[in-house]
Nanobody, 123 residues
Framework: QVQLVESGGGLVQAGGSLRLSCAAS????????MGWFRQAPGKEREFVAT????????YYADFVKGRFTISRDNAKNTVYLQMNSLKPEDTAVYFC????????????????WGQGTQVTVSS
């Protein structure tokens, strides 16, 4: 079992920044690729970013490229999502997830999920 706990969400104005963190425990963190997903009210969960076991493979959804950065610190069992130039349409609950795949943009490939952290961007 892997436990994932997100933090760092909050309320920011458009153009602002937030840094989300996801702390993992229970199993060897470096054995898992990690991903960030988000779900806005009334919408389906969507892929945001993923990073492979060693950090060498990174993919972003088109709508966040150039604004968000995913990273991981295996020594701290933590994955991060730095979000810059936030837009109101970024408002959502953000979830981190862990997968035994080397990397994935596909939600069902992720076996473990955090509880989510709310990000609200005001206009």
């Amino acid at each position: 079992q892997v436990q994932l706990v997100e933090s760092g969400g909050g309320l920011v104005q458009a153009g602002g920044s937030l840094r989300l963190s996801c702390a993992a425990s229970g199993r060897t963190f470096s054995s898992y690729s990690m991903g960030w997903f988000r779900q806005a009210p009334g919408k389906e969960r969507e892929f945001v970013a993923t990073i492979s076991w060693r950090g060498g493979i990174i993919y972003y959804a088109d709508f966040v490229k150039g604004r968000f950065t995913i990273s991981r610190d295996n020594a701290k069992n933590t994955v991060y999502l730095q979000m810059n130039s936030l837009k109101p349409e970024d408002t959502a609950v953000y979830f981190c997830a862990a997968s035994t795949s080397a990397y994935s943009t596909y939600g069902p490939q992720y076996a473990y999920w955090g509880q989510g952290t709310q990000v609200t961007v005001s206009s």
